[in-house]
């Protein structure tokens, strides 16, 4: 088991462009959640899949945001026209359903908006 | 709403000091707690958790009692060492609809000194 993956690293893109991350959870793990993490902030809950189908967003995923999780495996996040605000470190984390309130994260993905 | 509170930083030790982080909580009901790790450049990584009132976490030389009576959770390390440099979030979960939604403090960062 190598844990929770996240593809890419970093990502800088310029404002208006579309940019989409992926994420590669604990196989086992059929619980998925989304994460965005601004500095000095910890982390805020966007979104989550239980197997394929996504259960709950915040209010924070603006229509600009699509998440999926087609196959109930690895996960993708898109944010089309992005703005400046949208600079931050995307986490991605799963756990088992029994469980999910252990979650495993992944590294991160840290988008900056120019 | 459900919330975590702790002490800021950053904080400064030296070698072989003593550790301690505040957090306090809000939740309805009875939330388990938990302190996550994040070391620089890497993921977050759960420390240690406690599920119900009066349980100890501990893990690394690291505890934390939860108290329900004071709603804290409180980080405590009697000798803490260089490689503990790192943000500590305390966070809680509390059952919301069918998940377990993580709460997240704003971390507090810890540079441990020769």
């Known amino acids: 088991d190598t844990g929770v993956s996240q593809d890419p690293r970093h990502k800088i893109t310029k404002r208006g462009q579309n940019v989409t991350f992926r994420c590669d959870p604990i196989s086992e793990h059929n619980r998925l959640y989304w994460y965005r993490q601004t500095l000095g902030q910890g982390p805020e809950f966007l979104t989550y899949?239980?197997?394929?189908?996504?259960?709950?967003k915040s209010r924070l995923l603006s229509d600009r945001f699509s998440a999926e999780r087609p196959k109930g495996s690895f996960s993708t996040l898109e944010i089309q026209r992005t703005e400046q605000g949208d600079s931050a470190m995307y986490l991605c984390?799963?756990?088992?359903?029994?469980?999910?309130?252990?979650?495993?994260f992944g590294p991160g993905t840290r988008l900056t908006v120019t | 709403g459900d919330s975590v509170t702790q002490m800021e930083g950053p904080v400064t030790l030296s070698e072989e000091a003593f550790l301690t982080i505040n957090c306090t909580y809000t939740?309805?009901?009875?939330?388990?707690l938990f302190w996550y790790v994040q070391y620089p450049g890497e993921g977050l990584q759960l420390l240690l958790k406690a599920t119900k009132a009066d349980d100890k976490g501990s893990n690394k030389g690291f505890e934390a009692t939860y108290r329900k009576e004071t709603t804290s959770f409180h980080l405590e390390k009697g000798s803490v060492q260089v490689s503990d440099s790192a943000v500590y979030f305390c966070?809680?979960?509390?059952?919301?609809?069918?998940?377990?939604?993580?709460?997240f403090g704003p971390g507090t960062s810890l540079s441990v000194i020769p």
């Open positions: 966070a809680l979960s509390a059952m919301k609809t069918s998940y377990d939604k993580v709460i």
């Open positions: 984390a799963s756990s088992y359903t029994s469980r999910a309130y252990e979650q495993y």
């Open positions: 939740a309805t009901g009875y939330p388990s």
């Open positions: 899949f239980q197997n394929e189908a996504q259960l709950e």
